[in-house]
């Protein structure tokens, strides 16, 4: 999906300055601050700044808004790690599959054991077809380990070997 339409057609419509309410919700099961936090797909740095404010340490990341470090998921590397908190709200469900197991590498490349992965997804009408049951199951084969899940939000902890 190009950077033109995603600005035009989905970033104009996040006017919302406070963070999502399922990460209010899931901070909970975060390490201490000042822990250091992966923001994929920042957007306007909602989160980012809600998770600042806690006193984590943030790299925020997308292709649009001009918010954090510029990169495309599924094409670029992400910012070297680890981290212990990485978040992809709203942003994997418009990644194809190529692309979004180029985005899951390199989550396994940046974390660490103890890393904690949030996402966050919903049935835009411009996203692919995905299913969050799939996803997590493919994770747990990959060591991590559901902490919790809903239809279409989940929460994983790494487990296992660095």
């Not at 990644?95 to 590498?105: C, F, G, K, R």
Request: net charge positive; glycine share 8%; aromatic share 10%.
């Amino acid at each position: 999906m190009s950077r033109k339409y995603l600005k035009d057609r989905w970033c104009v419509r996040c006017h919302r300055k406070g963070p999502t309410p399922y990460m209010r919700s899931v901070v909970k099961h975060f390490p201490s601050s000042p822990a250091v936090v992966l923001d994929m797909g920042c957007g306007n740095g909602r989160n980012s700044r809600f998770m600042e404010s806690l006193g984590y340490d943030v790299t925020p990341v997308d292709m649009v808004d001009g918010y954090g470090v510029e990169m495309t998921l599924g094409v670029d590397s992400l910012p070297d790690g680890p981290y212990d908190v990485i978040l992809a709200n709203y942003v994997l469900m418009f990644l194809n599959a190529p692309e979004l197991t180029q985005v899951l590498n390199e989550v396994e490349r940046v974390c660490k054991v103890g890393t904690v992965f949030v996402v966050e997804m919903y049935p835009a009408k411009e996203a692919f077809d995905y299913d969050t049951a799939k996803l997590v199951g493919s994770l747990e084969r990959h060591e991590w380990k559901k902490i919790r899940q809903s239809k279409d939000r989940f929460v994983v902890v790494k487990c296992g070997k660095e």
